[in-house]
């Protein structure tokens, strides 16, 4: 008798069939929900600002501005504002300091992108390879359920039933 589980695998050698397909509908769910709850609506809001108010500013604070943790200072009407970017905006590599041209909007000068990202891009880019993962790991999830199906028909047949 060879030391196989009743699912075909050796024991401790991984998550088995009913473990894949549980991860793969994780992953496609997580990737899906990315891709359609919040990088889709992130590059319409990027895409938004396209003809907002144009101004000169500076990077003041710097960091992963693809997931909207940088912001930047410009002037309005002589007074300065400082601005979160929207997730999904680049130029996370610059140094705090560096001179940059952003779009905001005329009546609330807090919402604001840098011009470079008003057409959405870089965020459009990352819920098109997130949506395509995850219909990646939809496919993997379905030939995970149908190599269940088969392996359950298999055992009920009984090891005398060739098939």
């Not at 938004?48 to 912001?71: E, F, P, V, W, Y």
């Not at 909007?105 to 965020?123: K, L």
């Amino acid at each position: 008798m060879d030391s196989t589980t009743a699912h075909g695998t050796a024991p401790g050698s991984g998550l088995g069939p009913r473990g894949s397909l549980v991860m793969s509908l994780t992953l496609a769910l997580l990737l899906g929900m990315l891709s359609l709850l919040v990088m889709f609506p992130a590059a319409e809001h990027l895409r938004s600002l396209r003809d907002g108010q144009r101004a000169d500013a500076t990077l003041h604070t710097s960091g992963s501005c693809m997931i909207g943790h940088c912001r930047v200072e410009f002037e309005v009407d002589g007074r300065a504002v400082v601005a979160d970017l929207p997730t999904g905006s680049g130029g996370g590599k610059q140094s705090v300091g560096a001179a940059l041209t952003v779009r905001y909007q005329a009546d609330d000068p807090q919402v604001v992108a840098r011009e470079a990202d008003v057409g959405g891009g870089g965020a459009a880019l990352l819920a098109w390879i997130s949506g395509g993962t995850a219909l990646l790991f939809l496919m993997l999830s379905v030939v995970a359920a149908v190599f269940l199906v088969r392996q359950r028909r298999k055992a009920a047949a009984g090891p005398g039933i060739a098939g």
